[in-house]
Protein backbone atom coordinates (compact mmCIF):
# COMPACT_ATOMS: atom_id res chain seq x y z
CA UNK A 1 0.00 0.00 0.00
CA UNK A 2 0.97 3.39 -0.52
CA UNK A 3 0.44 6.39 1.86
CA UNK A 4 -2.36 9.01 0.74
CA UNK A 5 0.35 11.67 0.99
CA UNK A 6 2.56 10.62 -2.02
CA UNK A 7 2.95 14.10 -3.84
CA UNK A 8 4.27 14.31 -7.39
CA UNK A 9 6.25 17.18 -8.82
CA UNK A 10 6.69 17.41 -12.74
CA UNK A 11 9.36 19.61 -14.19
CA UNK A 12 9.10 21.61 -17.29
CA UNK A 13 9.40 19.68 -19.96
CA UNK A 14 13.18 20.21 -22.01
CA UNK A 15 12.97 19.84 -25.55
CA UNK A 16 11.64 16.23 -25.64
CA UNK A 17 11.61 14.82 -22.44
CA UNK A 18 9.99 15.71 -19.15
CA UNK A 19 10.97 14.41 -15.54
CA UNK A 20 8.38 13.77 -12.63
CA UNK A 21 9.21 13.10 -9.36
CA UNK A 22 6.90 10.81 -7.11
CA UNK A 23 7.75 11.07 -3.38
CA UNK A 24 5.92 7.80 -1.70
CA UNK A 25 5.92 5.63 1.75
CA UNK A 26 5.66 2.68 1.08
CA UNK A 27 3.81 -0.15 4.07
CA UNK A 28 4.28 -3.62 3.15
CA UNK A 29 2.95 -6.74 5.89
CA UNK A 30 6.21 -6.93 8.31
CA UNK A 31 8.38 -4.45 6.81
CA UNK A 32 8.99 -0.85 8.93
CA UNK A 33 7.57 2.22 6.64
CA UNK A 34 9.90 3.12 3.17
CA UNK A 35 10.04 6.16 2.22
CA UNK A 36 11.09 6.21 -2.04
CA UNK A 37 11.47 8.39 -4.53
CA UNK A 38 10.68 7.69 -7.97
CA UNK A 39 11.85 9.74 -10.80
CA UNK A 40 10.22 9.03 -14.64
CA UNK A 41 11.76 10.77 -17.65
CA UNK A 42 9.00 10.66 -20.51
CA UNK A 43 11.03 10.92 -23.97
CA UNK A 44 9.09 11.65 -27.05
CA UNK A 45 10.57 9.40 -29.72
CA UNK A 46 10.54 10.24 -33.55
CA UNK A 47 9.00 8.66 -36.18
CA UNK A 48 8.48 8.74 -39.82
CA UNK A 49 5.03 8.75 -40.21
CA UNK A 50 3.46 12.24 -38.49
CA UNK A 51 0.19 10.46 -37.51
CA UNK A 52 2.19 7.95 -34.87
CA UNK A 53 2.89 9.40 -31.49
CA UNK A 54 5.50 7.07 -29.52
CA UNK A 55 6.79 7.79 -26.19
CA UNK A 56 9.11 5.80 -23.78
CA UNK A 57 8.98 5.68 -20.36
CA UNK A 58 12.09 5.51 -18.34
CA UNK A 59 12.47 4.31 -14.46
CA UNK A 60 14.14 4.94 -11.35
CA UNK A 61 12.71 4.20 -7.87
CA UNK A 62 14.93 4.70 -4.82
CA UNK A 63 14.98 5.14 -0.96
CA UNK A 64 14.41 8.88 -0.66
CA UNK A 65 17.61 9.49 1.29
CA UNK A 66 20.14 8.33 -1.47
CA UNK A 67 18.31 8.80 -4.82
CA UNK A 68 20.51 11.75 -5.60
CA UNK A 69 23.39 9.53 -5.95
CA UNK A 70 22.31 7.68 -8.90
CA UNK A 71 21.06 10.76 -10.65
CA UNK A 72 24.02 11.37 -12.89
CA UNK A 73 24.08 7.31 -14.10
CA UNK A 74 20.15 7.66 -14.67
CA UNK A 75 20.79 10.55 -16.91
CA UNK A 76 23.72 9.03 -19.07
CA UNK A 77 21.78 5.96 -19.30
CA UNK A 78 17.98 8.09 -20.18
CA UNK A 79 20.45 9.98 -22.62
CA UNK A 80 21.50 6.69 -24.15
CA UNK A 81 18.38 5.11 -24.69
CA UNK A 82 16.48 4.85 -27.99
CA UNK A 83 13.62 2.55 -30.50
CA UNK A 84 14.62 1.63 -33.64
CA UNK A 85 12.38 -0.41 -36.12
CA UNK A 86 12.84 -3.54 -37.01
CA UNK A 87 13.18 -3.32 -41.14
CA UNK A 88 10.69 -6.59 -41.11
CA UNK A 89 8.06 -5.08 -39.21
Same mark, same amino acid.
Given at each position: ??????????????????? /?????? =?????? %??? !? *?? /?????? =?????? %??? !? *????????????????????????????????????
Amino acid at each position: QMDADARAQTDASHGDRVL /QRIRFT =LHADGM %PPL !R *LT /QWQVVV =LMPTDE %PDV !R *LAMTIVMTAESDSIDQYGHDFQAFVGSASVTQDPAS
